[in-house]
C-alpha cells in the first residue's frame, strides 16, 4: 500500500538507510549488497566494523515533492529521519540488518562479546573463527573469539601458511657457520666447513688463501685468490726457466716460434710448410735433409727428400764416409768381375783404362758374370784313360788319330795305330799295304 500510494502521490525520494556492516579490518573493501545504492561510512567500531549509510536510489519513483517521514515510508523496524530538505532517510537501527524501505531484520551479533569464547561474530552472526584460518596441516584452537593456529608435533612452519615434517637440514637455515662457509647435517648435528678455496675458522668465518702475491711462496702467484705455481704463466708449448718477483719467465724451445706467454708452435707441421731450400719438416723443424748425410768430399743431391750421395766423377771412395782421387788399383776395388773371377787393370780398344776380368786358373765361364771350377786342373786328377783338357777329363783320343787308324787311351794319351793290312801314320792316314812281285834269283 505504501508503495502505491507513492506513486499515486507522483513522489519520488532518496531513501538513507544505516546499516550495520561488519568489516575484519580497517581499509578492506565492503560487498555492495544491492543495486542502485551507494555506501558512506557512518560510524566505525574499535574492532574495524563499520555502520554505513547506504543510499537507495528506487528508479520507480519519480521526482515529486517530498512529504519527509510522515506516512512511515520505512519498513518494519526501520527508523525513518528527515534530511535537509525534508526528504525522508530509512536506516536499520544497531543490531538490524536488511532492506530498511521493507524490513530491518534483528542479527544474531553486533560484536564479539555477543558469542561464546570459541566463537566470532561476523555478519551478525556467531560463526567459528577457525574455518579458512589456518594453514595445511595445522591445528586450530579458538580461543576468546579468535583463531589460534600451531603446527602438531613433528611438525614445523608457518601454521598459517602449512606446516611439514621436521628437516634436520633446517638447523642449517638460518646457517650458525661464519662467512665463506657451507653448513651441513652430519649425524643430526650441524657442522661447518669452509667454502673451496677459503681458509680460517668455520665458526667465525673463512677468508681467501690469498688477497696479493705477497700472501704466496716466492715461486707461487695469487690467482682468483688462490696461491697458484707462477710458471702456469706460461703458454701453450713453452718451457717456465725461472720465476722472479712471482712472475714467471718463459721461453720457447729451440725451433719453435711464437710467444712463450700464449703459445709456441713448431715451424712446421708438415713438408708443404717448409721452404724449397729447407723441404723437410723434422720434429716441427724445416732443415735440408743433405745437411750431415754424406761423407768428406762428397756430393749430395735430393730426390724428393731423400738425400743421395755420391762421389764426384773423378773420385772415388765411399760417399758416406770419404771420396777420393781415383788410382788404377781403384779399377778393381770393388771388384766388379764376376764370381770365382779376379780383376786386372787394363786398357779397352780405344786405350781408356778398365778393369779386365779373368776366371780364377782351374775355372771356365764367363767372367763378368761367373766362372765355375773346372773338372780337373791336370791329368793326375783324371783316370788313366782321361785326358785333362780345358780342365776336363776327357777321352784323349777325340780327334788325335788319323782317318781309319785305330786309338787306345793310355796314360792320358791317345795311341794311334794303322789296323793290319794298313800301314802310314796313324796321326796322319793310313792306307792299304801294296805288294810287288819280286824277282827271285836263283
Same mark, same amino acid.
Given at each position: ?7 499515486? +502521490?507522483? +513522489? ?56 519527509? %517521514? ?33 524490513? %530491518? ?130 703458454? /701453450?708449448?713453452?718451457? %717456465? ?5 712471482? $712472475? ?10 711464437? /710467444?712463450?706467454?700464449?703459445? %709456441? ?10 721452404? =724449397? ?61 764376376? /764370381?770365382? =773371377? ?30 765355375? $771350377? ?11 784313360? $782321361? ?26 794319351? =791317345? ?28
Amino acid at each position: 500500500m505504501m508503495e502505491q500510494r507513492h506513486q499515486l +502521490l507522483g +513522489l519520488t525520494f532518496m531513501v538513507l538507510a544505516i546499516v550495520a556492516l561488519p568489516q575484519l579490518a580497517i581499509g578492506k573493501k565492503i560487498e555492495k549488497r544491492c543495486l542502485n545504492c551507494s555506501y558512506r561510512t557512518y560510524y566505525t567500531y574499535g574492532d574495524g566494523r563499520a555502520l554505513q549509510r547506504v543510499v537507495y536510489r528506487d528508479p520507480v519513483y519519480t521526482r515529486a515533492q517530498s512529504y519527509g %517521514c510522515s506516512g512511515s515510508p520505512c519498513g518494519v523496524n526501520a527508523v525513518c529521519q528527515e534530511a535537509a530538505g525534508g526528504r525522508p532517510v530509512c536506516s536499520c537501527p544497531p543490531g538490524y540488518s536488511g532492506n530498511p524501505l521493507t524490513h %530491518c531484520n534483528r542479527g544474531e551479533c553486533l560484536d564479539n562479546v555477543d558469542c561464546r569464547g570459541d566463537l566470532q561474530c561476523k555478519d551478525n552472526r556467531c560463526v567459528n573463527p577457525c574455518v579458512g584460518a589456518c594453514g595445511i596441516g595445522s591445528n586450530c584452537d579458538a580461543r576468546n573469539h579468535v583463531a589460534v593456529c600451531s603446527c602438531p608435533a613433528g611438525y614445523n612452519g608457518d601454521p598459517y601458511h602449512a606446516c611439514h615434517l621436521n628437516d634436520p637440514e633446517e638447523q642449517c637455515h638460518p646457517s650458525p657457520c661464519g662467512v665463506n662457509t657451507k653448513c651441513e647435517i652430519i649425524n643430526g648435528v650441524p657442522t661447518c666447513s669452509c667454502h673451496h678455496g677459503y681458509l680460517g675458522n668455520p665458526l667465525s668465518g673463512c677468508r681467501h688463501e690469498c688477497e696479493h702475491d705477497g700472501d704466496c711462496s716466492s715461486r707461487d702467484m695469487c690467482s682468483n685468490f688462490k696461491c697458484v705455481p707462477s710458471c702456469g704463466q706460461c703458454g /701453450s708449448g713453452a718451457s %717456465c726457466k725461472t720465476v722472479s718477483n712471482h $712472475r714467471a719467465v718463459c721461453e720457447c724451445p729451440k725451433g719453435y716460434i711464437g /710467444s712463450a706467454y700464449t703459445e %709456441c708452435r713448431p715451424e712446421c707441421y708438415g713438408d708443404s710448410d717448409c721452404p =724449397a731450400g729447407r723441404p723437410a719438416c723434422f720434429y716441427g723443424i724445416c732443415k735440408n735433409t743433405c745437411d750431415g748425410a754424406c761423407g768428406v768430399g762428397a756430393d749430395c743431391n735430393l730426390r724428393g727428400l731423400t738425400p743421395v750421395c755420391s762421389c764426384p766423377r773423378d773420385m772415388t771412395g765411399d760417399p758416406f764416409i770419404r771420396c777420393r782421387p781415383f788410382t788404377k788399383e781403384d779399377l778393381c776395388d770393388p771388384n766388379p768381375c764376376g /764370381s770365382n =773371377a779376379i780383376c786386372v787393370p787394363g786398357h779397352d780398344n780405344t786405350g781408356r783404362e778398365r778393369p779386365v776380368c779373368n776366371c780364377l786358373p782351374g775355372h771356365t765361364g764367363n767372367p763378368l758374370t761367373h766362372c765355375t $771350377r773346372g773338372e780337373c786342373l791336370s791329368n793326375n786328377e783324371c783316370p788313366d784313360h $782321361r785326358a785333362c783338357i780345358n780342365y776336363q777329363c776327357i777321352d784323349p783320343c777325340i780327334g788325335k788319330c788319323a782317318t781309319g787308324a785305330s786309338c787306345e787311351p793310355k796314360a792320358h794319351l =791317345a795311341v794311334c795305330r794303322c789296323p793290319p793290312g794298313q800301314s802310314g801314320d796313324a796321326l796322319v792316314s793310313c792306307r792299304q799295304t801294296r805288294t810287288f812281285p819280286v824277282a827271285k834269283y836263283h
